[in-house]
């Protein structure tokens, strides 16, 4: 069994990765408890990362794994966009992730082969109206993730990022409330269909396992196509 830290496990993608890896040694982090997440026995601690205090979160003294999956969609046109609205897009997005991997450093250093996963969106990839705001801290964390990447590479730590499209979670329960909206959004993509939460999680397995262990500093597409074919 390893040691595996998953921010943001109480829903969506997070919570599909929980379940998928529940036969390890799990923890996480959610700002509110789930009773699914409850169901998978894992040591749960209620936080936000983004801003709460973190020099008391007791993690073990070597961690395997670290996934980072908060995020938002505040989709709006960029006149509608207030300063507060980019920095608490930030401050969610990526202050939160720079948080966690700061206080979980040591213990991953100990490990001697640890691998990071952070959430971008295909938005950061491919320009799309109404997304400055995310795509701005999504982009922060591509940024970050290839520069901590290389930082890290000489202690055996891996940092890689995946970037989805839109996926069916609570996150985008606005973006797909009607069937119009589910088929709309289907059809944006060469594959014909949405992401699932499961897509995510085992990519996130992978990237967390020894399968990946050459892989560092990528930016991973998970969009059915939507970020690389033009049909
Ligand atoms: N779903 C999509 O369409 C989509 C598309 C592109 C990229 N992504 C990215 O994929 C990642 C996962 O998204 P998702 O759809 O699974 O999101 P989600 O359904 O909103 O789940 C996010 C999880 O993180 C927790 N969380 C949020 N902020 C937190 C904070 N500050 N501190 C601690 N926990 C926090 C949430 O629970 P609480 O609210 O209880 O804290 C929840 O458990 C995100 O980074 C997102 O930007 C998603």
Redo the contacts with the bound molecule.
């Keep these: 069994m390893i040691n595996i830290l998953i ?9 599909e990765t929980a379940r998928l890896l529940k036969d390890e040694n799990l923890f996480t ?4 408890a789930t009773p699914e997440l409850d169901e998978l026995g894992s040591q749960f601690f209620e ?4 801003k709460d205090d973190l020099s008391n979160l007791s993690l073990p003294e070597e961690l395997h794994g670290l996934v980072f ?5 505040n989709l709006r046109p960029f006149n509608r966009l207030t300063e507060e609205d980019f920095l608490a897009d930030f401050n ?2 990526f202050m ?1 992730a720079v948080r966690i991997i700061q206080k979980c450093l040591p213990a991953l250093k100990k490990s001697k082969g640890a691998s990071i996963v952070l ?4 938005a950061a990839k491919v320009g799309m109206p109404f997304h400055t705001s995310i795509a701005a801290s ?1 982009g922060a964390i591509e940024g970050f993730a290839k520069s901590l990447a290389a930082e890290l590479a000489a202690a055996n730590i891996r940092v890689n990022v995946i970037a ?4 069916d ?4 329960a606005q973006l797909l409330s009607t069937e119009e909206k589910r088929i709309a959004s289907a059809k944006r993509h060469p594959l014909q269909r949405i ?1 699932l ?1 499961e897509d ?1 999680a085992q990519l996130v397995a992978f990237l967390l396992s020894d399968k990946s262990s050459w892989m560092t500093g990528q930016i991973i597409g998970l969009d059915g196509g939507l970020g690389n074919i033009k049909l």
């Design positions: 921010v943001g496990a109480g829903k969506g993608i997070g919570l982090i959610s700002r509110h936080l936000d990362v983004s999956c908060p995020g938002s969609i969610q997005n939160g959430f971008s969106t295909v999504k989805p499209s839109l996926s979670t609570s996150l985008a992401g939460p995510s």
